[in-house]
Nanobody, 123 residues
Framework: QVQLRESGGGLVEAGSSLRLSCAASGSTFSDYAMAWFRQAPGKERQFVASISMRGSGAFYADSVKGRFTISRDNAENTVDLQMNSLTPEDTAIYYC????????????????WGQGTQVTVFS
């Protein structure tokens, strides 16, 4: 399995931007589809965005489409989430996740998870 570590969370005002980063180690990064999920207090973990092994395909939850961008650098073993026009509804712990091969939106399909990074948006 691949080991994942997120960074870049913080406390920001509504309308601001944040960039989350996830560093991977321990396995061949380009063999894994990557994704970001988030979990707000009292809610289930939900899909945010995912990207295919080579980065040719990216998929987004409707709630973030047009505001968030997922990208990956297979040479640096990183996957990023650029978040623009943040709202208080984006407040959550954001998790990086990996699964071998095929990209997915299903939280149950992902076998490797980071520890999460907190994003708090105030109005």
């Amino acid at each position: 399995q691949v080991q994942l570590r997120e960074s870049g969370g913080g406390l920001v005002e509504a309308g601001s931007s944040l960039r989350l980063s996830c560093a991977a180690s321990g396995s061949t990064f380009s063999d894994y589809a990557m994704a970001w999920f988030r979990q707000a207090p009292g809610k289930e973990r939900q899909f945010v965005a995912s990207i295919s092994m080579r980065g040719s395909g990216a998929f987004y939850a409707d709630s973030v489409k047009g505001r968030f961008t997922i990208s990956r650098d297979n040479a640096e073993n990183t996957v990023d989430l650029q978040m623009n026009s943040l709202t208080p509804e984006d407040t959550a712990i954001y998790y990086c996740a990996a699964k071998p091969y095929a990209v997915s939106r299903d939280v149950r399909a992902f076998e490797s998870w980071g520890q999460g990074t907190q994003v708090t948006v105030f109005s």
